[in-house]
């Protein structure tokens, strides 16, 4: 089974610009969620989708952070504009539901603000 | 208001000894709790999860231990290997409300020494 795919792997931008990340999940997971994880810190989420529907965006800056699920599969996270506080690894994950299942990660994008 | 608490940074254990993890968490709310081990530049990776109706779960060499009252939590590794050098994180989340969101400690480090 393949595992929860994230594109890219690293990215650098200067503060202000903007940026993109990329998410597919495990084939047949209707939920999926978008974490952002500071060093030294656990994850953080930031966004949860089921299907192509948000059941949970508490925590999304949601003056310069969106993500969208559009056909319920793969997903994109964008910020923009950038700030300096945004470095950070961007995680995502995906569930078969929304019941107590184990979270199965993609291993992240790292992104560095200059 | 950190929800769940991992208060030790970084643990040192001999290949073979037992390695004990702990965790605290305050949200009585919380009733599924769950590990995961990360290595560097790779994404979480599920170990082993506990539902608040059980005090114990074990699979293979990890034992989680869940102690209600005292809302603590505990991994237990035996014997210890050096593969199970890592980051291990706690987390926690409930049936309601923002206890839904799956919380992450901050983790702590195990290192198995040789």
């Known amino acids: 089974e393949a595992g929860v795919a994230q594109s890219p792997r690293y990215k650098i931008i200067e503060k202000r610009q903007s940026v993109a990340f990329w998410c597919n999940p495990i084939?047949?997971?209707?939920?999926l969620y978008w974490y952002q994880q500071i060093l030294g810190q656990g994850p953080k989420l930031l966004i949860q989708f089921q299907n192509n529907g948000v059941v949970d965006d508490s925590q999304l800056p949601k003056d310069r952070f969106s993500a969208e699920r559009l056909k319920g599969v793969d997903s994109t996270l964008k910020i923009q504009p950038a700030k300096l506080e945004d470095s950070a690894v961007y995680l995502c994950a995906s569930s078969p539901g929304l019941g107590n299942q184990p979270q199965h990660f993609g291993d992240g994008t790292r992104l560095s603000i200059l | 208001d950190q929800q769940v608490k991992q208060n030790s940074p970084s643990l040192s254990v001999q290949e073979g000894r037992i390695s004990i993890l702990n965790c605290d968490y305050t949200n009585s709310m919380f009733d599924y709790f769950l590990w995961y081990k990360k290595y560097p530049a790779e994404g979480p990776t599920f170990l082993i999860s506990i539902s608040s109706i059980k005090d114990k779960n074990e699979d293979g060499r990890f034992t989680v231990f869940l102690n209600k009252s005292a809302k603590h939590l505990s991994l237990h590794i035996v014997p210890s290997q050096p593969g199970d050098s890592a980051v291990y994180f706690c987390?926690?989340?409930?049936?309601?409300?923002?206890?839904?969101?799956?919380?992450f400690g901050s983790g702590t480090q195990l290192t198995v020494l040789p």
């Open positions: 987390a926690a989340r409930g049936n309601s409300g923002s206890a839904r969101q799956l919380t």
């Open positions: 084939s047949g997971h209707a939920t």
